[in-house]
């Protein structure tokens, strides 16, 4: 039985320019490096970057991406640095909770985002289009 995530690992073009993002920008912990992988964590996630040759070169059309838990407090701050850092929006909010969708410098759709499981759920009790299991 599935119990949770083990970890995600992400191709990446350029491994030096995308640990500098998760590093610097995201702020993930460095834990360690090789020739063409890296791994960090992510709060409790562990999270790795690889170096891939095959790598698409631009976002794919779908919605598919990862969101990363963000404290309300500071959500801000961060919205505020990735912004600053020059990433590309992907879609504006509409859900509850604040998030922010945008692009890695590989074209990985991310979000950061401050809400929870409970409230989202919360928020669609009104759907009548909405089915709980």
Same mark, same amino acid.
């Given at each position: =039985?599935?119990?949770?995530? #083990?970890?995600?690992?992400? #191709?990446?073009?350029?491994?030096? @320019?995308? %640990? ?5 920008? +995201?702020?993930?912990?460095?834990? =360690?490096?090789?020739? *063409?992988?890296?791994?960090?964590? !992510?709060?409790?996630?562990? %999270?790795?970057? /690889? @170096? ?5 070169? $631009? $976002?794919?059309?779908?919605? #598919?991406?990862? !969101?990363?838990?963000? /404290?309300? =407090? &500071?959500?801000?701050? +961060? /919205?505020? *640095? ?16 604040? #998030?922010?969708?945008? +692009?890695?410098?590989?074209?990985? *759709?991310? @979000?950061?985002? $401050?809400?929870? +499981? ?7 009790? /009104?759907? &009548? *289009? !909405?089915?709980? %299991?």
């Amino acid at each position: =039985m599935i119990r949770g995530f #083990s970890h995600i690992t992400l #191709s990446v073009r350029d491994i030096e @320019e995308s %640990f500098l993002f998760y590093k610097d920008t +995201l702020g993930f912990r460095p834990l =360690m490096r090789r020739e *063409k992988s890296i791994y960090f964590l !992510a709060g409790d996630l562990w %999270f790795c970057i /690889e @170096e891939d040759s095959e790598l698409r070169v $631009s $976002s794919l059309p779908e919605y #598919s991406h990862i !969101a990363f838990y963000v /404290e309300p =407090m &500071d959500f801000s701050v +961060l /919205e505020e *640095k990735l912004i600053n850092s020059g990433v590309e929006k992907f879609k504006e909010n509409s859900s509850p909770g604040d #998030s922010l969708y945008f +692009l890695d410098p590989n074209g990985h *759709k991310l @979000e950061i985002h $401050s809400g929870n +499981l409970r409230d989202r759920l919360a928020h669609y009790q /009104e759907d &009548d *289009k !909405a089915h709980f %299991f």
